[in-house]
């Protein structure tokens, strides 16, 4: 057990004033401010904070590490900024990988297609003897080559599944553009599945790349059993240095068979030691609706360009309502995906009714991402004891915006997305996430955006919605407490004494500079338990 002292740099603690100073022994901090300098005779380290930041280790309410981790280690079409760019990316790929069966790849934007729709024969170009296929930065669509849909039998007399759509040309031929998952597996039922291999390295750059940005917690909102094998063994053998909570996901088909198994595996986690200790299992995730960039998030009204459509729920409000109650009473926390106000109220009206038949608990349910919420649900939160997610890096005019969403819900709809500020303030519980690799996993991308709700080229210059900008010490706030609070890691989140030392140092004190400077300041040192798991 080492006694640590970090000295010389401002420590953020949300409470009194400035201090500069903070111990820790073990993996407990025990003295801050001047009481720090004098709590122990002899330190085994001293950290000279020469003007440096400390804050409470960031923790990440909504990611998936290590879809993230394995996506860096493929084609990964992160940041690829044109469409032709993404067409000479995948024919490389191709080319350098000739015998792989099919071509996979993951995260480009949907605003470089057209209506953030692509046809097969655009892929043929990169590559026609093989399939291809490729994930949006949302995961919430398919765009598969002429090859992938062949393969996968899905043909002009392929009907729609219940809980998808095959986008299709006028005469009902696949245009090659598959939507939410119902349709998404009729074509990712035959691709090669991942290897256990690629999964070990993925676990091993996630657990790298949360790391060297702070993140020392991490909420995993979907994993699979065979994932959460890659996890329990990354555990037992001290990989995790950035804790996981991992969701087990609610099919709306099956949900009832998964109880049992859902339980046991959790039981199964709890009664290993030697992975218990940054391993969790405690949560189920369910997906309310789809995005509204593809138009399958489900809205209260009608789509402004398709107003024949709500978008699609993926479950019936009354099936949703009893999974929920279900699995509540199984003890699990409650997760849920819910973009349009009318899948964030199917959330609620779920939520409510689990509480009011299994009666009174601490169970601290999540709404992920709370896009869209109508003004008549705002209040209900607090009232449910709901934690609103945000990843607060959506909360700008970026081209996802422009291009697909505001089109999409119209000008009044549009002014109330991401209400941060309002729902904080009407006395929500508010945590912040990143959908890595949907978007950035950096906690200080996020933050300012939640400061500013200004884009990457600082538009516009007062903030999109700009009432529901929020100051730079809440924001840390949901990206720490709030995020431990949501984690229930009641000893953490806050450096307090007495609390536990996950720690991050920064190169610069982020709460004295400009919004728009955040991204700007880099992660020095990440501690985890009273341990320096990252120096930079």
Known sequence: MSRVLFTGGPIITFEGPPVTSLAIDGDRIVAIGDDALSWSSTFDEVVHLDGRAVVAGFRDGHAHPLHGGINRNGLDLTGVGSFHEVIEQVRRWAEAHPTDPWIVGHCYAPPLLPGGLGQAEWLDVACSDRPVVLFPTDYHALW???????????????????????????????????????AMQLVEQHMPAVSRASRDRGLIEAMSAMTREGIVWA?????????????????????????????FKADPVIWMAQRSGFVDARRMLEADVAAASSL??????????????????????????????????NWSADGLKEAVRAFDADG??????????????MALDAIEHAAHLNGARDRRPVIAHTQLVHPADRARFAALGVIANFEPLWACLDDSQLDLTLPRLGPERSMLQYPIATLAAL???????????????????????????????????????????????QAIHAYTAGSAFQAFDDDAGALAVGARADMVVLDSDITAIAGDEIPGATVDETWVNGTRVFHR
């Open 144 to 182: 598969a080559n002429s090859m992938a849909l062949a393969a996968s039998g899905v043909t002009a007399s392929t009907p729609d599944p219940d809980l998808g759509t095959i986008v299709r040309h006028a005469d009902g031929r696949p245009i090659g553009m598959l939507l939410e998952h119902g």
């Open 280 to 313: 969790t299992a405690r949560t189920v995730k369910f997906f309310a609706d789809g995005v509204i960039e593809a138009g399958t998030g489900y809205l209260l009204e009608p789509y402004e360009d398709t107003p024949h459509s709500c978008g699609l729920p």
């Open 219 to 247: 909420q995993d909102a979907l994993v699979e059993p065979d994932e959460l094998e890659v996890y329990t063994d990354g555990a037992r053998r001290g990989l995790l240095t950035c804790r996981i909570n991992a969701a």
């Open 332 to 345: 699990f926390q409650i997760h849920i995906h819910a973009i349009g106000d009318g899948g964030v109220r």
């Open 427 to 473: 006395g929500a519980p508010v945590s912040f996430g990143s959908d890595w690799p949907v978007s950035s996993h950096r906690p200080l991308d996020g933050l300012a955006v939640a400061v500013t709700r200004r884009n990457d080229r600082g538009e516009p210059l007062g903030g999109w919605v700009p009432e529901e900008r929020i100051p730079i010490l």
